[in-house]
């Protein structure tokens, strides 16, 4: 498995966890795409540090 491939694993894992309730970057993303504020999502996604 290369590092990009484990690092877009990491991601989904995270998103999926952070979506039903186990803190993460999940609830963030979630809130961001509700409220229709793409350029937060994608900043959420490519700088998860930031939070």
Do not use: C, H
Not at 18 to 41: H, K, P, W
């Amino acid at each position: 498995m290369t590092a990009t491939s484990l690092f877009s694993v990491e991601k989904a894992v995270s998103v999926t966890l952070g979506l039903v309730g186990a803190g993460g970057i999940g609830v963030e993303l979630s809130t961001a795409m509700r409220l229709f504020r793409y350029d937060q999502a994608a900043a959420i996604i490519l700088n998860p540090s930031s939070l």
